[in-house]
């Protein structure tokens, strides 16, 4: 008899241990439709509590790319800190060149670096910048492709997450593709 109680008892305890369903949404993978961005645009949307940005990218700002490259402290996504998956260890660190996706979360101490998109010299920003991403506190500033420049508290550059496309126009960021 003491044996059933003791079970009776250990059942529901033994189930709080088990993620709640808050949780596990938490983690779960977010599905998005990128169909209605627009070249030049940029949504975001949230996975594991983080903000993830997904731009279209102009051919213009693709092109831009290139340009900076010399000026960037890891143009080819080979530190550790926050890895790069293979699939995006590119120079517009994306799958397709024209969509990037990454968290928008600064390596430097956590901020969330705003849009400098537009060319040309700005304040806090130098006269030949080609658009990207400022951190306004601290001054970190990184490309369109979220690659950090050299000499700025950033120790690395923007985190990509998993994701993948399900089709053409809709992205799963949270998994990738199993082979």
């Known amino acids: 008899m003491g044996g059933v109680g003791a079970a009776a008892v250990a059942v529901p305890f033994v189930s709080t241990f088990q993620p709640s369903e808050r949780a596990k949404a938490a983690g779960a993978a977010v599905e998005v439709d990128i169909s209605a961005i627009q070249p030049g645009e940029k949504v975001v949307v ?18 831009a790319l290139e340009k900076i490259e010399g000026e960037l402290a890891d143009p080819n996504s080979e530190r550790k800190a926050y890895p790069t998956p293979e699939y995006a260890k590119n120079r ?27 060319p040309g010299p700005q304040p ?24 950090v420049f050299k000499n700025k508290p950033a120790p690395d550059n923007l985190e990509v997450p998993p994701h993948y496309y399900v089709s053409d126009t809709v992205l799963l960021i949270g998994e990738e593709k199993q082979a």
């Open 92 to 118: 517009h660190r994306s799958i397709k060149p024209e969509v990037f996706v990454g968290v928008g979360i600064c390596t430097h101490l956590g901020c969330s670096p705003g849009d400098k998109f537009s």
């Open 46 to 63: 949230e996975w594991r509590g983080k903000p993830v940005w997904i731009m279209k990218r102009t051919p213009e700002q693709l092109a």
């Open 124 to 147: 806090s920003l130098p006269d030949d910048w080609q658009g990207g991403y400022l951190c306004a506190c601290h001054g970190s500033t990184f490309d369109l492709a979220g690659r």
